[in-house]
């Protein structure tokens, strides 16, 4: 089986809130004949070095990554960045951990609202579920309940109706700010990129990101950006003389519309760029 993209740079893994391991992703990048793979889990790097040692035997080259969860100051809006290739881990993952534990407060909060409904659903059962990711997703609190059979998959209606942010166990987190995130990653020496511009509409804050010189490309390629909003990216990256990113953005099953790995990514010169950087 023979993928149609040779790079897929955003791919999650059980470190985040995908479904499979480090092993398992790149033993499937490998069967479909990517060249370069970025593991960008969320807000954590724990999976880069696995990988890297895995691509090393697999012949499949691993770009270390990570898409880090932020919010524009300004409007208000949720934005993804995805870091490539940072030089200093150390000081990026001391800045992360205090996103994944805000994270995991969130969702033990949203835990005990949801066992008012299903008293069977407690923290502990969610930390159990949780226990090989870095902290807990949506993912960790859903498939307890599609595993005592109160939904038949772990991302679906019943998901939207508890914990999406309209939903009614929902609780609000706090993100770090989207520059002071670009200016990390700069300090660090890596490029920032952002990610999948049509499902936050970020294109005005791409352009505006792109004039103030912070960000070094967008990510053109993804599931959720349709033909237009490509097109829209390309001529953004043409006026500012941005990088050219693509990937799939594989969770395994836990997606609303899961899609396979080298679903969507970039060419091997858009990868080798970012190396370069």
Known sequence: MK???????????????????????????????????AITDHDTMAGVEEAEYLGEALGVKVIPGVEISSRDEETGRSVH?????????????????????????????????????????????VKKYAENSKSIYECHIMQPLCDMGYTNTAVGELMVSLISSKGSCFVPSRYPKTKEVINLIRHVGGVAVI??????????????????????????WHPRNDEESRQRLL??????????????????????????????????NDAERIIKQ
């Open 235 to 268: 001529m953004i990256a043409k006026r500012y003389k941005l990088l050219l990113t693509g990937g799939s953005d594989y969770h395994g099953q836990y997606a609303r519309n899961p899609k396979p790995l080298g679903f969507c990514g970039c060419s091997i």
């Open 3 to 37: 993928c149609e993209n040779d790079c897929d740079l955003h791919v999650h893994t059980t470190y985040s809130d995908a479904s499979r391991n480090v092993r398992e992703v790149m033993e499937y990048a490998k069967m479909i004949g990517l060249k370069y793979i």
């Open 195 to 220: 990610a999948h511009a049509q499902q936050f509409n970020s294109f005005e804050l791409i352009e505006r990101y792109a004039r103030e010189n912070l960000i070094r490309g967008v990510e053109v």
């Open 81 to 125: 960045v995805l870091c490539y290739n940072p030089q200093d881990c150390m000081l990026l993952e001391s800045f992360l951990k205090k996103t994944r534990e805000r994270r995991q407060e969130q969702k033990l909060k949203m835990v005990d609202k949801i066992r008012e409904i299903y008293p069977l659903l407690n923290r502990e059962v």
